[in-house]
């Protein structure tokens, strides 16, 4: 069973930064890329950040320069750091696996369908 297990949100002044993480089963770590996925309220999940096993990343335009994602394979654990947060990254914070496609296109659900409780982020102005 895939379990996805994210943490490290919270309430933050803009400007601010904060840490995520994610820990994911190891039965599915290593052989697929992953991302962090965010949903405003009123508004669709979308991918921020994405990076593949060998470390390669590839983020949206909105963090671009301010967020950085990481992993540590033998921990099966990807990373968030946040940085110069604005009140517009306030959102539901999630991580799946993501497949090449979703890589490389930026957009796309998750590869598995059962998504973690999420870890809030609130900032602001």
């Known amino acids: 069973q895939v379990q996805l297990v994210e943490s490290g949100g919270g309430l933050v002044q803009a400007g601010g930064s904060l840490r995520l993480s994610c820990a994911a089963s190891?039965?599915?770590?290593?052989?697929?890329?992953m991302g962090w996925y965010r949903q405003a309220p009123g508004k669709q999940r979308e991918l921020v950040a994405a990076?593949?096993?060998?470390?390669?990343?590839n983020y949206a335009d909105s963090v671009k320069g301010r967020f950085t994602i990481s992993r540590d394979n033998a921990k099966n654990t990807v990373y968030l750091q946040m940085n110069s947060l604005k009140p517009e990254d306030t959102a539901v914070y999630y991580c799946?696996?993501?497949?090449?496609?979703?890589?490389?296109?930026?957009?796309?659900?998750?590869?598995?369908?059962?998504w973690g409780q999420g870890t809030q982020v609130t900032v602001s102005s």
């Open positions: 990076i593949t096993s060998g470390g390669s990343t």
């Open positions: 799946n696996a993501v497949s090449v496609r979703t890589y490389y296109s930026g957009t796309g659900e998750g590869v598995f369908g059962s």
């Open positions: 190891g039965s599915i770590f290593s052989i697929n890329a």
